[in-house]
């Protein structure tokens, strides 16, 4: 397991903490309201003009806003379950991961071998009117897709329509522009620096431009950071944004944290483009 799906398991990990957690202040609640309740006898109303009522009322106002946040957490309970499995089933392939160019081939297999299954299958249905028989698919599947064509419109003149391949189609350019992006970005590599009062760091593991300060920055330079695009990350204890060309453009623009000899950022960069250099 990489750091990013150890950071991924330990988000998925904290959110079904937090959900236990308010389970658990929920059945408490829910507990001492109860036991609260059960101490007044059954169908007891409160007596206005009698020299408990104030207290009595007291009394069942806390029992009753116990109950309330009793529900409350409970609600708050299934709030983090669904945000648990929410990280659990997301499938997305992240740029931070440092298996995504692996993950991405992988799936762009399988988008060309779909493709290029949805053509020969819709080949063969127009060539004989039926999917039984084609080697693509298993009879189960061609049965199915028979059935579908049974009941289809007349202008459907095959199993996979036309916007079926062409999604899938922009699918796969999708996924080949990712993948040359993030080749392009390891082939080129990044490189930091050193500046008065702390120095940057390309973290290709991380996929972030990180800012170290010495000591914490005065307010005019958090708030340029901020709007160059950079974030506070306290497990990281430093500032920080996603790795690229662009991040090393927003940086230079940031003065404070330009390289001690005045040398713009991205003229240490490995493959640094004059045009980079002059926009």
């Given amino acids: 397991m990489n ?25 408490d609640l829910y507990k001492q309201s109860s036991d609260m309740l059960s101490a007044i006898p059954p169908g007891q109303p409160l007596l206005v003009d ?15 806003h116990k109950m309330e946040k009793s529900m409350e957490a409970m609600d708050k309970a299934a709030y983090y379950d669904q ?6 089933n997301n499938t ?29 299958v819709n080949a063969y249905y127009r060539k004989h009117q039926t999917c039984r028989g084609c080697d693509a698919i298993s009879p189960e599947r061609a049965a199915e897709l028979d059935n579908s064509m049974a ?9 996979f329509p036309a916007w079926a391949l062409s999604n899938n189609n922009a699918e796969i350019r999708r996924i080949e522009k990712r993948i040359a992006v993030l080749e392009e970005k390891q082939e080129t590599g990044f ?24 000591e914490i920055p005065p307010e005019d330079v958090r708030s340029a950071l901020k709007s160059n695009g950079f974030h506070w990350a306290r497990s990281a204890g430093a ?29 240490l960069q490995p ?7 002059e926009r």
């Fill in 3 to 27: 750091d990013y799906e150890t950071k991924k398991q330990a988000r998925i990990d904290y959110y079904r903490d937090k959900a236990d957690k308010a389970r658990a202040e929920s059945h």
């Fill in 50 to 64: 009698h020299y408990s009522y104030k207290s009595d009322k007291r009394y069942r106002d806390r029992a009753a």
């Fill in 83 to 88: 945000k648990a499995q929410a990280a659990e």
């Fill in 92 to 120: 997305a392939i992240s740029s931070d991961d440092p298996e995504a160019i692996t993950k991405l081939k992988d799936k762009l297999d399988k988008l060309k071998n779909k493709q290029s299954l949805m053509k020969q």
């Fill in 151 to 159: 009941n289809a419109y007349s202008w459907e003149t095959a199993p």
């Fill in 191 to 214: 490189r930091g620096w050193e500046f008065d009062g702390g120095r940057v760091e390309a973290n290709m593991d991380a996929n972030r431009l990180q800012v170290f300060f010495d």
């Fill in 239 to 267: 500032w920080q944004r996603q790795l690229s060309a662009n991040a090393i453009y927003a940086a230079s623009r940031v003065k404070a944290i330009c390289p001690s000899d005045g040398t713009d950022p991205r003229k």
């Fill in 271 to 277: 493959k640094a483009h004059p045009k980079e250099i």
